[in-house]
């Protein structure tokens, strides 16, 4: 009988094209498909909890799916993770850039994305201008100059339960409703990088780089504080802010 699969996953997202699987793209969720129809002979199409855009990174995605392979599931993360670093390259054993952090069987209703009640992403803004951190922060002109406590304060007015469509981008899956509960907004400041840290029930198309974008406005002086409070008020996308790069996001954790 097969059994319902959830894997833990984590991944450097700069050589792909997002997770939901393409034709002709490398994809997340392509190459775990591809790995489990190594392992199991056939088919597996997994259902991964969020759609992560081409250059996003994960720290703790994850994905369910029916395993009826003799391999036992407690020992995928190791096969997989092997096969990952082998990379078509004969490096087996080496790391590759999707690592599976864990792997458990679930009750038979158990979804990753219909299951889940919140997540947190992680957004990381690098000061430093080092060339190898540019493919895993946002490196922005002034970032070391940024107001970190007037982006703080724009920060508060996010938090709780809003109509958020200021903050969805067009092109997503159309949505019953843009209502959201954002729970905790922290922003940490070190001496190489300033982090924002967002967690939430659900979030919008790209609802988290327009956040940020619209934070680092205030930081920088050219928008209040208050002019959040103003845009979320409004539902119009025109009064956010822009859309942060994508190489800054992680998908830190989900919560079930």
Request: net charge negative.
């Amino acid at each position: 009988m097969a059994k319902n699969v959830l894997i833990k996953i984590e991944y450097d997202g700069t050589n792909f094209s997002g997770w939901q699987i393409q034709p002709e793209a490398r994809t997340v969720q392509g190459e775990i498909e591809h790995v489990l129809k190594y392992i199991a002979g056939h088919d597996v199409h997994i259902h991964g909890t969020s759609r992560t855009d081409a250059g996003v990174h994960a720290l703790g995605q994850c994905a369910t799916f029916d395993w009826d392979s003799n391999m036992p599931v407690e020992k995928l993360p190791e096969v997989m993770n092997r096969r990952f670093g082998a990379g078509g390259e004969g490096r087996s054993g080496a790391p590759g850039d999707i690592r599976i952090l864990s792997a458990d069987v679930m009750p038979e209703d158990f979804h990753a994305r219909y299951s889940c009640k919140g997540k947190t992403y992680r957004y990381v803004i690098d000061k430093t201008g080092d060339i190898f951190a540019r493919n895993r922060a946002l490196q922005y002109p002034g970032a070391d100059k940024l107001d970190v406590d007037i982006m703080r304060e724009a920060a508060s007015h996010i938090i709780g339960t809003h109509d958020f469509k200021c903050f969805e981008t067009a092109g997503g899956t159309p949505r019953e409703s843009t209502v959201r509960t954002v729970s905790a907004l922290d922003i940490t400041d070190g001496e190489s990088s300033i982090t924002i840290e967002i967690t939430g029930d659900g979030f919008l198309y790209n609802m988290v780089r327009i956040i940020v974008g619209t934070l680092i406005e205030a930081g920088e002086g050219r928008r209040t504080a208050a002019s959040v409070a103003e845009a979320i008020e409004s539902r119009d996308r025109s009064r956010a802010g822009f859309t942060a790069p994508p190489q800054g996001l992680y998908l830190k954790e989900i919560y079930f």
